[in-house]
């Protein structure tokens, strides 16, 4: 389930991305739509990397690495690092 949603916001971050390079074959409403939801999300992610940054950090990669996740999946990445124990 958790790919599946990961799936659908990479989605519409390339769609709207693509959107934004050539138009794409949809009714010009939906295209600016798609974009204003990719916004959306990215300012939703970027808020939520900031309240739970206890958990983003806990990731075993970089921090920059989890942060960029965060802004991709939001929930979906730092949900399960909150299961984790924190680092000493």
Request: hydrophobic content about 60%.
């Amino acid at each position: 389930m958790n790919t599946i949603l990961k799936g659908g916001c990479l989605a519409i971050y390339l769609l709207a991305a693509g959107a934004a390079l050539m138009p794409l074959p949809l009714a010009p409403g939906v295209t600016i739509a798609l974009q204003y939801i990719a916004i959306g999300l990215l300012v939703a992610h970027a808020l939520e990397a900031l309240v739970m940054f206890k958990y983003v950090k806990r990731y075993p990669g970089s921090l920059a690495a989890s942060l960029g996740l965060t802004l991709l999946f939001g929930v979906l990445h730092w949900w399960p690092l909150r299961r984790q124990p924190a680092p000493v």
